[in-house]
Antibody, heavy 122, light 107 residues
Framework: QVQLVQSGAEVKKPGASVTVSCKAS????????MHWVRQAPGQGLEWVGW????????NYAQKFQGRVTMTRDTSINTAYMELSRLRSDETAVYYC???????????????WGQGTLVTVSS | DIQMTQSPSTLSASVGDRVTITCRAS??????TAWYQQKPGKAPKLLIY???SLESGVPSRFSGSGSGTEFTLTISSLQPDDFATYSC?????????FGQGTKLELK
């Protein structure tokens, strides 16, 4: 069965960076784009971007350009999202989510990780 | 960016009721709409994709419709497990965007 297992909660100071990992199992990791979505407490979902695990190609929301880096390690079926220069209003749960469509990004997300709470506080 | 506006923000209903949630896009999104269900402390779950296609394993009481800029999610007969928050998403153009969510609560 498809599973996405994310790394544990993080506490960071404003201005720091955080890296969240997402280990995939139960399917061909390189066959499906991986997205990252975040959700601030009590707020709606916000799309951060995607990575093509096969090629390493990325596509980030303009809002995060220059601060986000998505990478992958195909030897261990794991995707990573690094967000730098964190602000206190970026406390949120960060999710990885698999694109439903194989081999390209259509954008609907069929499997999600359990979420990683990133708390940004001085 | 395309804005997705959901209504209502909160919906009170009873088991067995038929309910409809609406999502309006700020411009046409050609049917590239998905609906998700989310329970407290859990990740979203895909219910509907491409406006009206039912995700595998999702009960048939869930249905989606719409085109252009207006889309709806309907639950034909509410079950106790359906009380949750529902969000729409557009994936017609970047950045993908979500509605603010509709909380479905027990009346």
């Amino acid at each position: 069965q498809v599973q996405l297992v994310q790394s544990g909660a993080e506490v960071k100071k404003p201005g720091a960076s955080v890296t969240v990992s997402c280990k995939a199992s139960g399917y061909t990791f390189t066959g499906y784009y991986m997205h990252w979505v975040r959700q601030a407490p009590g707020q709606g979902l916000e799309w951060v971007g995607w990575i093509n695990p096969n090629s390493g190609e990325t596509n980030y929301a303009q809002k995060f350009q220059g601060r986000v880096t998505m990478t992958r390690d195909t030897s261990i079926n794991t995707a990573y999202m690094e967000l730098s220069r964190l602000r206190s209003d970026e406390t949120a749960v960060y999710y990885c989510a698999r694109d439903r469509t194989s081999l390209w990004s259509l954008g609907d997300l069929d499997y999600w990780g359990q979420g990683t709470l990133v708390t940004v506080s001085s | 960016d395309i804005q997705m506006t959901q209504s209502p923000s909160t919906l009170s209903a009873s088991v067995g009721d038929r309910v409809t949630i609406t999502c309006r896009a700020s411009q046409s999104i050609s049917g590239y709409t998905a609906w998700y269900q989310q329970k407290p402390g859990k990740a979203p779950k895909l219910l509907i994709y491409k406006a009206s296609s039912l995700e595998s394993g999702v009960p048939s009481r869930f249905s989606g419709s719409g085109s252009g800029t207006e889309f709806t999610l309907t639950i034909s007969s509410l079950q106790p497990d359906d009380f949750a928050t529902y969000s729409c998403q557009q994936y017609n153009s970047y950045p993908y965007t979500f509605g603010q969510g509709t909380k479905l609560e027990l009346k």
